[in-house]
């Protein structure tokens, strides 16, 4: 195996394990009761709008 390749492998397997890791705090966050309120990002995104064009 070159190095290359074990470089990408790690890089694979350290992802799939911030996924796994992330996903469950993530859910649990979405689904709480409390209000996060307007400015919260998960709940309220800010998405960029383009300009009009009249």
Do not use: K
Request: proline share 6%; net charge positive.
């Amino acid at each position: 195996m070159s190095a290359s390749q074990y470089v990408i492998g790690m890089v694979l397997v350290l992802a799939a394990l911030v996924a796994l890791v992330a996903t469950p705090l993530l859910i649990v966050y979405s689904r709480t009761t409390y209000d996060h309120g307007s400015t919260c990002f998960w709940c309220h995104p800010r998405l960029p709008r383009g300009r009009s064009r009249h």
